[in-house]
Each structure stands twice: as C-alpha cells, then as structure tokens.
C-alpha cells in the first residue's frame, strides 16, 4: 500500500507533462493554421463562432469496398445535393484547405459517374473544402493528358485560391477516406495499392493514378508537359521535374490507407502505336531540362465551353498537338540552357522509358529496345508487377 502512494507523484507528474506536451501541439496547430483562419474572416461572416475543423474527423468509415454500381448524373445530383456548382464547404466548421481536384477526361461517362459516386462521400466526411473541375478533350487529336491537367490547373486558380490540388486519373478510384486529400509540405503519391497492379506500385517511382501537391509547386515546376500524346510517361516526366530537376520529396501514405480500385475500359484509338511510343520515349529522355520551357507557361488550347454542374465544373477544350510540338522543338533549338538550372545526372532516364511502355502492354519491338539501350541494367526492385 505505501508503495503505491509513493508511485502516484510520479504517475501525476508524467500525466501533467503529457498534457503539457498535448497543449503545444495544438497552440502549434493553430499557429500553423491562423492564415486559414484570418482568410475566412476578413472576407465573410462564415468564420464567427467556428472552430477549425478537425485534423482526423470523427465521422470516417475507413475502408469501403468500390461502388461499382453505375447511376446516371440526374440521380447523382439528387444524392449528394451538399455540392453546389461543383463546390462544397462544410457547415459547421472552417476548413484548414481549399482543395482544387482536377480530373482530364475523355469518352469515359461510366468511369466519372463511377468516380463521383465514390470519391464525393468520401471527402466530404474528411470536411475539407473542395471544387472538382472536368476538363474534356474533344475528339480528333490524341488524347493529351498533360495539357488538360494545365488547363484544369488555370481555370481552377482563376476561380478561387485553392491551397491544394488533387491530379485525378478517372480510372483509379481511392477505396478508403483515411487516404486524405489534403496537401502536406511534399508532393504525395495516393494510389499506393492498385487493383490494376495487384495492390503493389508496379515500380518504385510510379506517380500515376491521384497525386496532390501546394498550388505552389504546381507552379514551381511548371505544371505538366504539353509534348505526351495519347497514353505513358507523362506521370513519369511529373515525377521526374519534382525529384530530379527540383530536389523535392515524395510522400505516400501508409500502405493500409491508400487502396484504390480500378475501373476498366478499352483504349478505341487507332494510330501508330510504335511511332507514338518512340515519340515519347525520345522526349521523355532526350528532354530532361524541357520543363522549364514546357509546360504550365507554354500550354496552349482553346477553351470552346464551361458548364456549372451541380457537382463539378465541366471545361471542354480542343488543343493542336502539331502547333504545341513545333513551338516546342523551336523552344528548344534557341533556348538558352546555360540559364536553365542544372538536371542531377539520372540513370532512371532510359529505365523509367522501357519500364512505362512495358506496363501500358504495348508491343516493345526491336526500335524502341535500341532507344531505352535495352534498359540492361534496370534494378530488380523496379520490375515489379512487370510483365
């Protein structure tokens, strides 16, 4: 008995470090968030008697296996009628960020509808402020990636001052609201297990499928590259610009959190597949200090529409991919590359050229194997999921 009175100081004063600790935290938290807090104040009474939302709100459900099932937008409206002009903020707290999720799209209605229906539950209960932007391509040119996320990118901005931004393929989906879409410091990966790749990373430097990062440095690194038609490599030419050419870190989180489904489609286009992967191996290799004369800056389309829909904002685009490649190849010719900052030697160059082309399971022939040198040395650990 005496024993135990002479442990209980001890266990008081362990417990009020504990709490001191706890309160540092928070006094922290909110120094770290006063701007968010200030922002809302200064510009409308929304912020009276509000407190910051929560880091981790109490309402998650955690992992949800994909709804696969398919309504029309009419009942999709109906259903999630918290959306107001492809915008949302919660009621009854502030949000720490104003998230911009920006998805590039093309002749695939049965995957946004799938994605809206699974992705506008999820971050809504994670209580952050966001605006979903649908920028279409139409027809006739290849399909180009990276000039739709710019486009999406300028319109957004134009908007409101988004904090975050949220690059979203339409055909990987997260399956769990845990995997917040919300910015840290660093550009993070999302889509860390993948049912396309039998939920792994088929190699180590993948950033395809929901990657975010500050607005910022979507701009610090000029955005994506205008010059990869039709399908690879893109997401690897972004990864490349945020690693290689500026030296910034990427995040992931944890392996539990990040499981993302995908939904399937077939590819209709008919073109010249073998020219097309040359093209974009050549660029991809041969270009590695090209983002600083392609990209966010140089990105050229015609926007031809905008539609306000209740749940998104729809910009439909046309771009001439022939005009944006000859600006780009005069670009290049008279660019002063002393002035551009210098790219670290990469080996992953020709590696994540073969390894790309080898996941969109395109013919690799003897052409393209002479371009990436064979890739003979590519490390083990890259190969995963590697057919």
Avoid at 20 to 43: I, P, Q
Avoid at 71 to 91: E, I
Avoid at 102 to 118: A, D, H, V
Avoid at 183 to 196: D, I, N, S, T, W
Wanted: hydrophobic share 35%; aromatic share 12%; with cysteine.
């Amino acid at each position: 008995m005496k024993k135990g009175i002479y442990y209980l100081p001890v266990f008081i004063m362990l417990l009020s470090i504990v709490f001191f600790l706890n309160s540092l935290l928070y006094l922290k938290d909110n120094n770290r968030y006063k701007d968010v807090m200030k922002r809302y104040v200064v510009t409308d009474k929304y912020a009276e008697g509000k407190s910051l939302c929560s880091l981790h709100p109490e309402n998650l459900h955690g992992y949800e296996p994909l709804n696969r099932s398919v309504y029309n937008l009419k009942v999709l409206q109906s259903t999630y009628n918290f959306m107001d002009q492809g915008h949302y903020r919660p009621v009854t707290c502030i949000p720490r960020q104003k998230v911009a999720i920006l998805i590039p799209y093309r002749n695939r209605e049965k995957g946004l509808l799938t994605l809206l229906n699974n992705v506008l539950p999820r971050i809504h209960r994670q209580q952050i402020e966001f605006g979903i932007y649908v920028v279409e391509q139409i027809g006739g040119e290849l399909f180009n990636k990276g000039v739709l996320f710019n486009a999406a990118f300028k319109y957004a901005m134009a908007e409101y001052t988004y904090d975050c931004v949220v690059l979203h393929d339409v055909d990987i989906i997260s399956e769990d609201d845990r995997n917040f879409f919300t910015c840290g410091y660093h550009p993070r990966h999302l889509a860390v297990k993948v049912e396309q790749f039998n939920y792994t990373i088929p190699y180590a430097d993948f950033f395809g499928g929901i990657s975010n990062m500050p607005a910022n440095i979507f701009e610090q690194i000029n955005g994506f590259s205008n010059q990869y038609e039709d399908w690879g490599l893109e997401d690897d030419d972004l990864y490349r610009r945020l690693t290689v050419a500026h030296g910034l870190k990427i995040e992931r989180p944890l392996a539990n959190v990040s499981t993302c489904a995908s939904v399937h489609h077939s590819r209709p286009h008919k073109h010249d597949k073998k020219g097309k992967l040359l093209d974009r191996c050549n660029i991809y290799i041969n270009r590695p200090r090209g983002w600083a004369f392609d990209g966010l800056s140089t990105s050229q389309y015609i926007v031809e529409k905008t539609e306000n829909k209740r749940l998104f904002k729809h910009i439909l685009i046309s771009l001439n991919t022939t005009q944006l490649r000859k600006d780009f190849v005069t670009r290049s010719r008279f660019k002063n590359y002393d002035s551009l900052p210098p790219v670290a030697s990469w080996n992953g160059n020709t590696e994540m050229c073969y390894l790309a082309l080898k996941l969109s399971n395109e013919k690799i022939d003897q052409s393209v194997e002479d371009l990436v040198q064979k890739s003979v040395n590519v490390p083990s650990h890259r190969r995963i999921c590697i057919p």
